[in-house]
């Protein structure tokens, strides 16, 4: 329930974004992946061969634990190689992944800790209708963490839209 509330405010913004594609320099998207900070929503900068954008959302969530939520900013770029359309994207992105908890046990007592951990990935995101337009987005990204105890190297797939 939390986190719906917490996307509420993030799915009006996709309202308003609706704008003439010829002269919008922004894109606000609502998905999951790397883009989207887990599952979330993200506004980017948009020219015609790049995407620069600041998401925020949640990667994971336990009855107990709660949402484990965080920001991200990443960069996107359709140049990269010599493709004849601006629908393939590659890019790198870094931000909070997770949260690790653990115990430990001194003095004949537990202590028990919670930490995020961080992490930077590379990516490819495909463009339904160019980098620079509204349309779906599908992609996979590779990432690497600061993680202690968790695994250090991750994924994510993405599926998303963008207004």
Known sequence: MNKLILLLPMLSLGCFAEENSQTKNYSVGLGMGAMYS?????IALVSKNDFKYFSAGCTAYGSISGAECGFGVGWVTADLFDFETNNHGFGIYAGMLGEE???????NQYSFHKNNYYGAGVSYTYFMNSINKSGATFGISFHATNAEYDGRYGSFLQLGYQF
């Open 38 to 42: 887990g599952i979330g929503a993200n």
């Open 101 to 107: 908890r653990y115990a430990t046990f001194k003095n």
